[in-house]
């Protein structure tokens, strides 16, 4: 991935010289951010605004595999797994911290290729960078990013809002991540067992992006404000749509009917899916990554909504009583039950 380049070894720099290296053309633009990196601590003025704070860790071998993930593509997606957090309070985000643990196999190139896509991610999303910390690792590359935003106190969505009746909507599509990552996965186990066949992804882009490049869903944050629609509830789907939904349910103490035929499925994420044996309905499910946003409205705002091509209708929640349940596309009723995949159990089903 980076051995054909020239080659700098960290060391040469050393921590502080490093971080004054990788961080020496970035300005802020937030009005938020009074100071940035080069002090003690980063200074924030949110005014009368409500901060919010998410945090995330990547390790690889666990939640990336650097034999397909390109280390621009890796930067720019740890921040936007960020992002998506603040977005998901219906919050704006205004600043994020890096911090990264290093092996030596990683030459100063490889790193300053994983903060380009950092930076891009910053600019795309009007995001300041204002500190963080380096530092070797044993275990190959460690990354911890720390999102901050802001929001009024009366537009902040929590997961414990949705009433009886309300709307279940998700934005985008879902299952493309998780089966772009079994394709990758697939064509990388080709190469491993004959590094003469090059990987065939031709004609994929659309669900490889899903998993190497994900956006954060900063612009239904937006659109919902422009229709005057503040959610009931809200969370980002990180773990699938079965776990987000149970999630809601719990934290609103309600149940929810989910109907099968209303899950947006991509028609490339829908026909791999098909191809690999997988249903897609259970990549949607299950399969986690999409990072799009699952929220709750009143029925009142259905008429503001249901012309938004962003915005899918998916069902509906209920009393606590009737639990949450699947209606299939046969009608069959089926109880939701969360089978995402488990980052501290990379190896168990």
Known sequence: MFENKGRTEIEQLGEFGLIDHLTKNIKLTN????????????????????????????????????????LKHLGYKAVQVNLSDIYAMNGTASQITVSIGISSKFPLE?????????????????VDLVGGDTTSSKQGLVISITSIGYADEKSICYRNG?????????????????????????????FLDN?????DLEGKDYIVERQLKPEARRDIVDALQLMKVKPTSMIDISDGLASEILHLC?????????????????????????????DPTVCA????????????????????????????????????????HLISKSGIVHPIKAQGWNSLKPNEE
């Open 110 to 126: 490889a790193i300053e290729e994983l903060y380009q896509g950092i930076t891009i991610a910053c600019e795309k999303y009007d």
């Open 31 to 70: 009005k938020t951010s009074v100071k940035g990196i080069g002090d003690d601590a980063a200074v924030l003025n949110f005014s009368n605004k409500k901060t919010l704070i998410s945090t995330d860790l990547l390790l690889e071998g666990i939640h990336f595999d650097l034999a397909y993930t390109p």
């Open 285 to 324: 499910l299950n399969g986690g990554e999409d990072y799009e946003l699952l929220f709750t409205v009143d029925q009142k705002d259905f008429e503001k909504i249901k012309n938004n091509p962003d915005i899918s209708i998916i069902g509906h929640m209920t009393e606590p009583a009737s639990g949450a």
């Open 162 to 190: 949705a009433q009886e009746g309300d709307l279940l909507c998700v934005s985008g599509d879902l299952g493309g991540a998780y089966i772009g990552l079994q394709l990758l996965e697939r064509e990388k186990n080709i």
């Open 250 to 278: 719990k934290q609103s103490d309600k149940g929810c009917n989910l109907y099968e035929e209303k899950i947006p499925i991509d028609p490339m994420t829908y026909d791999t899916a098909r191809d690999f044996g997988i």
């Open 195 to 199: 590094p003469q066949i090059q990987p």
